[in-house]
């Protein structure tokens, strides 16, 4: 009896063919966006330090924290994808699953891209700041 009934949700509209493009998306959107993110942070924090080691270049090694943060930010994204890819199988998949994957990985996405933006203005004051006053 509960195989029917499981066969009858697997086959109705709760599983349309195109519901897995939504998981896709979200893989593909975590990755993405986390990466830009990422690239930012290090691009803004990269300037603070070039900015930086033209006066002081003995403190290059020590403000390199900023760029390494900023770097973990896309390995964030390329975990979540992974995991959503995890769950994206033969099997049927329903809508419900694909909208929850695609959200999840675009609020990954998003909050990677907010984290590169903070990271790298941060980064650049407190790098140049470090190399006017090294305490």
């Known amino acids: 009896m509960a195989t029917q009934v499981s066969n009858a949700v697997y086959n109705s509209s709760f599983c349309p063919d195109y519901a897995s493009f939504f998981g896709f998306a979200g893989a593909g959107l975590a990755t993405i966006f986390s990466s ?14 070039a900015g930086m080691g033209t006066f002081r270049p003995e403190l290059i090694m020590k403000s390199l924290i900023p760029v390494v943060m ?6 964030y994204g390329l975990v979540v994808s ?10 049927p998949y329903s809508l419900f699953s694909g909208f929850v994957h695609f959200f999840s990985g ?3 996405g998003l909050t990677g891209v907010a984290s590169g933006y903070a990271i790298g203005i941060v980064g650049d004051y407190c790098v140049r700041g470090y190399g006017q006053q090294a305490k």
């Open 36 to 49: 830009i993110g990422s690239a930012y942070g290090t691009a803004k924090a990269g300037m603070g330090i």
């Open 70 to 75: 900023a770097g973990i930010v896309a390995v």
């Open 82 to 91: 992974v995991l959503i890819a995890g769950q994206l199988e033969d099997k």
């Open 106 to 108: 675009i609020t990954t």
